[in-house]
């Protein structure tokens, strides 16, 4: 395990998995969901109270890198604990017979208020509005977008699509998924992928958000 952090390293111990595959691709059979239904009960960890994590910088985590689209406020609406696949950049000894693939987590379904600060458009007028691209839960690295080409394939949705209007607050609902690890004070903390984590071709996968989980 020499290659996962030290504030996974505990929950790692305690028999760790993980949410994530490749950037924004994801297949709906192999999301999270997709395995916790076989996993045994007391693997899962434990219920996560209400409020006990601030969830805006984890929803910060699922918006462009840019900053046009702000997080507001967000908050759960509901934990659900289960076993999550680690990435690929954390299973470097998932070859051997008793390597790690899995880790104790949350899929947290929230409600956010984004608002879109436009960028860009220099002297030409800003639209009126534009789509919003918001990740329905089925793929696990999917994140929010503004305008574009329909990100949307027939039969394969992953987006909801919502017209958002510059600097005017909009409610949205997302699921984020963490996992259950400790900080460098061992406190009791939420690992979020880095969805943002890619920068100049590299995959920064160790460069993560920790949601300290209030006592």
């Known amino acids: 395990m020499k290659n996962i952090p030290l504030f996974v ?62 997080v507001i406020s967000a908050k759960a609406l509901k934990a659900e604990p289960m076993q999550l696949r680690l990435p690929a950049a954390w299973q470097s000894d998932a070859d051997r017979p008793d390597g790690v693939k899995q880790a104790p987590g949350y899929r947290i ?39 574009g080409l329909n990100l949307n394939v027939p039969g394969r949705e992953r987006y909801t699509v919502t017209p958002i209007e510059p600097r005017k607050p909009l409610t949205v609902r997302g699921t984020l998924y963490a996992f259950l690890g400790r900080n460098e004070q061992q406190q009791p903390t939420l690992v979020v992928y880095p969805y943002r984590g890619r920068a100049g071709g590299f995959d920064d996968s160790f460069k993560k958000v920790l949601l300290p989980i209030r006592q």
């Open 9 to 70: 390293a505990t929950a790692v111990v305690l028999g760790l998995t993980a949410a994530c595959q490749s950037q924004d691709s994801a297949p709906v059979a192999n999301s999270p969901a997709a395995s916790a239904a076989t996993q045994p009960a007391a693997a899962l960890p434990a219920p996560l109270p209400a409020g006990a994590v601030d969830l805006k910088p984890g929803v910060a985590e699922q918006t462009p890198r840019e900053g046009y689209l702000q």
């Open 109 to 147: 379904a929230y409600e956010a208020v984004l608002q879109w600060i436009p960028q860009g458009f220099g002297h030409q007028q800003v639209p009126a509005s534009l789509p919003l691209y918001a990740p329905n839960g089925r793929d696990t690295l999917a994140s929010f977008r503004v305008g």
